[in-house]
C-alpha cells in the first residue's frame, strides 16, 4: 500500500441512489444543488499527499490528519472513540491527473479495484472528510488491481460487479447489495467529465471543501485514487456497524467467470481467484 503514499486521495459522496439515505447523510446535502436529480453530491479528499504549503489558505480549510497516510489492504483500524464505524464497499479507480498552464486538464482512468470508504457515523460533522480520514488503516483498497482497457460502453468495467460481506463470529452475512458496476448514477465518460468540472468548480461550502486549492497545496499531484461511490447496503449492512474482530469483505467480479454463489462460497472458505476478481478482505482491529 505504500506505493500510493504520493497519490491524491479523493471519494465521490451520493453517485448510487440511496446510499445517503441508508447512511444517514442525506440531510447534510439538502443544500447542495446538483445538475439532475441523480447527479452526485459533490467529492472529498480523504488523503492530501505532500502539502507543500501548509500554512497557505488552504490550511484554513483542510484538517491536518488528512495528510495522513491511510490505506491498508489488510486492516481497519478502529477510533480510539466510541463511535459507530461503518463499512462503504465500492469501487475505486486509478487516474493519471494532467495539468494545462498549472490548471488540471484532464483525468484519465487506469485501473480499477475493491475499496472500503469506512466512515465514522456521527450527526453535525462539519465536513464530509471530518468522517473519513482518523488515521492509519481506516480505509482499504485492494492489492489486486484491474487494468481498465477503455472507460466507456463496450469496456472492461461493463462486465463486473460487486458485492461485500461482514463476517462476524464465525457467520458470514451480505453486508452490501451485489450490483452491477454500470449501475452507478455517473459512469464512463459522464462520470470522468463530471469529476473534471467537479475539481475546477467545487467551493468551500456546507460538507464540501475548495479540492482545487488543496490539490495545488499538493503540487499538482500525477495520480488519484478516486472512489466512486459507496454501493447500497443490505438490511443487515445497514443496520450493523464495525466491531474488533470482524473481517469486511469487499469484491470486484467479472460476472462472465463467476456469479454471486460462487463468490459466496470464495468468501466462505477465504480462497479467491485473483484472475477474475479484485477482493478487499480487512480484519478489524
Not at 459522496?13 to 447542495?32: M, P, R, T, W, Y
Not at 459512469?187 to 468551500?204: G, M, R, Y
Amino acid at each position: 500500500m505504500a506505493k500510493y503514499k504520493k497519490f491524491l486521495g479523493l471519494g465521490i459522496a451520493g453517485n448510487f441512489a440511496l446510499h445517503l439515505d441508508q447512511a444517514g447523510e442525506a440531510e447534510e446535502f439538502k443544500h447542495i444543488l446538483t445538475a439532475d436529480e441523480a447527479a452526485p453530491k459533490g467529492m472529498f479528499p480523504f488523503f492530501l499527499p505532500r502539502v507543500q504549503n501548509p500554512v497557505s489558505k488552504v490550511a484554513l480549510h483542510a484538517k491536518t490528519i488528512l495528510t495522513t497516510y491511510p490505506l491498508s489492504a489488510e486492516y481497519i483500524k478502529l477510533p480510539k472513540e466510541d463511535v459507530n464505524v461503518q463499512a462503504e464497499p465500492e469501487v475505486a479507480i486509478i487516474f493519471d491527473l494532467k495539468y494545462t498552464a498549472g490548471r488540471l486538464s484532464s483525468i484519465v482512468p487506469r485501473y480499477f479495484g475493491a475499496y472500503n470508504d469506512c466512515s465514522i457515523r456521527v450527526a453535525g460533522a462539519e465536513k464530509i472528510s471530518d468522517k473519513k480520514n482518523w488515521g492509519h488503516e481506516c480505509k482499504g483498497f485492494s492489492n489486486h488491481i484491474i487494468e481498465i482497457d477503455k472507460f466507456e460502453a463496450g469496456g472492461v468495467m461493463d462486465n463486473y460487479s460487486i458485492c461485500s460481506f461482514l463476517r462476524r463470529d464465525g457467520e458470514i452475512k451480505a453486508y452490501g447489495e451485489d450490483v452491477e458496476l454500470t449501475g452507478y448514477s455517473y459512469f464512463h465518460e459522464k462520470l470522468t467529465d463530471w469529476i473534471l468540472n467537479q475539481l475546477a468548480i467545487q467551493e468551500d461550502f456546507g460538507p464540501l471543501e475548495p479540492l482545487n486549492e488543496y490539490i495545488d497545496a499538493c503540487d499538482r499531484p500525477a495520480e488519484a485514487i478516486i472512489s466512486i461511490g459507496a454501493t447500497r447496503y443490505t438490511q443487515y449492512g445497514e443496520k450493523t456497524f464495525l466491531k474488533a474482530g470482524d473481517e469486511s469483505i469487499v469484491i470486484v467480479y467479472d460476472q462472465r467467470k463467476s456469479s454471486y454463489e460462487d463468490i459466496l462460497e470464495s468468501v466462505k472458505a477465504s480462497h479467491y481467484d485473483n484472475a477474475s476478481m479484485s477482493v478487499l478482505a480487512q480484519k478489524v482491529i
